[in-house]
């Protein structure tokens, strides 16, 4: 933790990146600074590390006035009491994700357009296309297929239904930085992404250091920007 950071109102965008399956580093960042707050060696991702670490700083002093988090389920509850955005490039991704860059069915296609427009809509244009489109497709993402002699089902356009879940689920969070101007919440996760891509390339000129040494060079680096 960084000793010449006086501890103040902040907005606050954390995340975990990881070297490996296994090991990784749970960092806080300041938005406002640019400056990485906190950080703490992990295992894995897990909701209770950011618990950790906003427990931490707050104890410091630091008063995290909003959170810009990347969408992983959970992770918004953490600052339930803050204003939070939902990252757009991350949701964006995750519809990507289950609907790919070309969509097959038409139900993916007309919701990954809408999703395309996240960036240029306001929350209640999206939600009213949103709903829109729900209304339009609901039989189809709610359609089931059962196993031949069995009663068990799966939904049969399960990826267009994760997209649209995702969607709904984060649509409370995806455009908070327009409810409050006056905090200049940004609407990406973007400080540290792209921090976290600068620190593995540095990171990476030190390789086949052992694990101890190698979290000594991470903070070091981490300490400085």
Not at 3 to 20: A, E, H, R, S
Not at 38 to 63: A, D, M, T
Not at 64 to 82: H, P, S, Y
Not at 193 to 218: E, M, N, P, Q
Request: net charge positive; with cysteine; hydrophobic share 35%.
């Amino acid at each position: 933790m960084p000793t010449d950071l006086t501890p103040q109102p902040t907005i606050v965008v954390p995340d975990t990146t990881f070297w490996g399956r296994h090991y990784g580093v749970t960092v806080f960042r300041s938005w406002s600074l640019r400056r990485n707050l906190w950080w703490n060696e992990v295992q894995s991702e897990k909701i209770i590390h950011y618990h950790y670490g906003r427990k931490i700083l707050e104890e410091r002093g630091w008063v995290f006035v909003a959170a810009v988090v990347d969408g992983r389920r959970g992770l918004a509850t953490v600052f339930k009491d803050i204003p939070v955005q939902v990252c757009h490039f991350h949701q964006l991704k995750t519809v990507t994700k289950y609907l790919s860059r070309r969509p097959k069915t038409e139900a993916g296609r007309e919701l990954r357009a809408l999703a395309l427009t996240l960036t240029k809509s306001n929350e209640h244009e999206f939600s009213k296309q949103l709903v829109a489109w729900e209304k339009k497709w609901h039989d189809f993402y709610r359609e089931r297929t059962y196993l031949l002699g069995t009663k068990h089902w799966y939904y049969t356009h399960k990826n267009v239904r994760s997209a649209y879940m995702s969607l709904k689920r984060n649509l409370p969070n995806l455009f908070t930085y327009q409810k409050h101007p006056e905090l200049d919440i940004p609407n990406t996760t973007n400080t540290i992404d792209g921090y976290f891509a600068s620190l593995k390339k540095k990171v990476g000129a030190h390789h086949g250091l052992r694990r101890d040494r190698r979290y000594k060079v991470i903070c070091e680096l981490l300490k400085k920007s």
